[in-house]
């Protein structure tokens, strides 16, 4: 990344940009450059790309955010450690729980927000020094240097960053990372682990992400170094849910807000989603029908959104297991016809893709607007392979389920749009068509 300096060998030159380690002035021209002895490097210029600037943007809480002083309460608690990693599937309220704390609290807080293209180690580590030049100016003055340099060394750069940090004492900070899952790779988490064990004691690190890092979150679990926010703790109550609901559709009876908030399951988006379906509803006088009837925007944001990234393997066993309600590790290879089917359920419920296991049994189950998509998408695939799933569930129930209560198999039935929806009960008026302007799934692998 370019850096101003003053050249030594013209004094009487403003400052000009200086790249890697040579310096390109008139004074050296023709002479490959001056060496980097020669120069004094400054402060690094962060604020000159714009786009560096916009991920630095503090977050503000969203219009008709619903405040949870519960949360508020255990985000002030557990940021305390070092580091505080808030991890949960997409669309749980992780960031705007974060954006909320801000707003309200009175230490200095920083944040640096990552996109696709921060995967690689030296732009992650770009943008979260620049991040930390507002919280401790010129203390990423030797690690941009030593990031600059060919093969740079990651603990180089953050032992270069802790000595500048440790050597300026300063007022209680927070550094927010947001979307870390976006830079999940092991030179990332190991350099991001090394700096939150020998942070000073004055900085604090909030990550969020929707799975587990490559970090040894163990480790710094049990050195008393690690504060956790899980889906658990986010999921909205029913008074929470009934505050949203209230805020976003005034007008919903209390039958309806019941009926959202159960099939919801605690889930922001698929309130939010809910919410926007009913008034959809509304404004087309189409008043009957039972709530989710259009299940159009909760299975397009679960396909597009909470699935987008992960691996087929993965996938495709989410899509067999989910016609079945509680799903036996055992069940769940008969169905998938793979003996890793359970190791891959382990994998989805790591990356939080509301996958949980049932105490005691160790069984899986997954959250129910969730389930109900991927019903949907097996089913758009192949009516034929879902009876057959339905068909091996309840063999293995009647062979070797022994006395263990059997799950409520999940049917879905066919609209006139040719989506399909689960059938609970009799619909009594068509989906409209809607066309999806692309997919999560290869269409040449699964032809409509």
Known sequence: MPVRGVCRASPDLAEHP???????????????????????????????????????RTRSPARGYVNRPRLMQLLDEVSSAPLTMIVA???????????????????QIVWFSLEEGDRDACS???????????????????????????????????????DELESAPRPTSFVVIDDLHLADTEAVGASLSLLVRYLPEWLHVIAISRHELEMP??????????????????????????????????DLSDAEIEAITERAGGWATGLQLASITTRSRRAQLVLDGPLFRDRLLVDDYVLREVLAGEPAELVDVLLDVAPVERI???????????????????????HSLFVARIAPEGWYTIHALIRGALVAELARRSQARLAELH?????????????????????????SAGRVAPARRRQRRPLRRRSRS???????RHPR
């Open 18 to 56: 200086v790249t890697s380690t040579i310096c390109g002035c008139p004074t050296a021209r023709g002479k490959g450059g001056c060496p980097v002895s020669v120069w004094e490097a400054q402060t690094p210029q962060w604020p000159e790309s714009p786009l560096l600037r916009a991920k630095l």
């Open 89 to 107: 599937p997409a669309g749980t309220g992780k960031t705007a729980l974060a954006a909320a704390w801000t707003a309200e609290s009175d230490a």
């Open 438 to 444: 692309h997919h999560l799934f290869d269409p040449r």
């Open 328 to 350: 036996p590790p055992e069940l769940a290879c008969e169905l998938a016809g793979r003996s890793d089917a359970e190791a891959l359920l382990r994998q989805a419920e790591a």
């Open 391 to 415: 068909r091996i569930a309840a063999q293995w129930f009647e062979q070797v389920g022994g006395g263990a209560r059997r799950p409520r198999p999940l049917v879905v039935r066919r609209s």
């Open 217 to 250: 979150l163990d480790r710094l679990r049990s050195l008393g170094r690690l504060g956790e926010i899980r889906f658990a703790e986010l999921r909205f109550s029913d008074e929470e849910a009934r505050e949203m609901l209230t805020r976003l559709s005034p």
């Open 124 to 162: 992650f580590w770009t943008g979260l020094l620049a991040a930390l030049e507002d919280v401790a100016p010129g203390c990423s003055r030797a690690a941009s240097s030593y990031l600059r340099q060919p093969g740079a060394r990651l603990p180089e750069v953050v032992g270069a960053v802790l």
